[in-house]
């Protein structure tokens, strides 16, 4: 029973990380991901064997114990690598809005620019005009 709730654990994985691409709701960088998980998943559900060799070659008493160590550390590389990437978003946020800052002051500046050189058009235009 456990093995068939394994297997259909993974392949509902896969069909949501792919459904899930194509719909554009998941980027590719972070569906590779998803996928290993699947595969590491329907491996195991289809070969169950590979996690007691596992757990023998890695001196592991109970088989769960190590699923469940590399669930944990699994999520925390997620946790790490989302972190990363949440600092590399603030931190082109921040650039995009100094550059936003910079170039609203430019055209400020040129608006104040066009504003002065009108007013000054208009004041020769009053001077040349003839006197009625």
Same mark, same amino acid.
């Given at each position: 029973?456990?093995?068939?709730?394994?297997?259909?654990?993974?392949?509902?994985?896969?069909?949501?990380?792919?459904?899930?691409?194509?719909?554009?709701?998941?980027? =590719?960088?972070?569906?590779?991901?998803?996928?290993?998980?699947?595969?590491?998943?329907?491996?195991?559900?289809?070969?169950?064997?590979?996690?007691?060799?596992?757990?023998?070659?890695?001196?592991?008493?109970?088989?769960?114990?190590?699923?469940?160590?590399?669930?944990?550390?699994?999520?925390?590389?997620?946790?790490?690598?989302?972190?990363?990437?949440?600092?590399?978003?603030?931190?082109?946020?921040?650039?995009?809005?100094?550059?936003?800052?910079?170039?609203?002051? =430019?055209?400020?500046?040129?608006?104040?620019?066009?504003?002065?050189?009108?007013?000054?058009?208009?004041?020769?235009?009053?001077?040349?005009?003839?006197?009625?």
């Amino acid at each position: 029973m456990i093995v068939i709730v394994g297997i259909a654990l993974a392949l509902v994985i896969l069909a949501l990380v792919f459904w899930m691409l194509l719909t554009r709701r998941l980027r =590719e960088k972070y569906a590779v991901m998803w996928i290993v998980i699947a595969l590491s998943v329907l491996l195991l559900g289809i070969f169950p064997q590979l996690l007691l060799w596992a757990t023998s070659l890695l001196g592991v008493q109970v088989p769960a114990n190590l699923l469940f160590a590399l669930a944990i550390t699994l999520l925390l590389g997620v946790a790490l690598h989302l972190s990363w990437e949440l600092s590399q978003a603030e931190d082109e946020i921040r650039r995009v809005a100094e550059e936003a800052a910079l170039s609203r002051a =430019e055209i400020d500046r040129l608006d104040r620019r066009i504003a002065a050189l009108e007013a000054q058009h208009r004041g020769r235009d009053a001077d040349s005009a003839p006197p009625a």
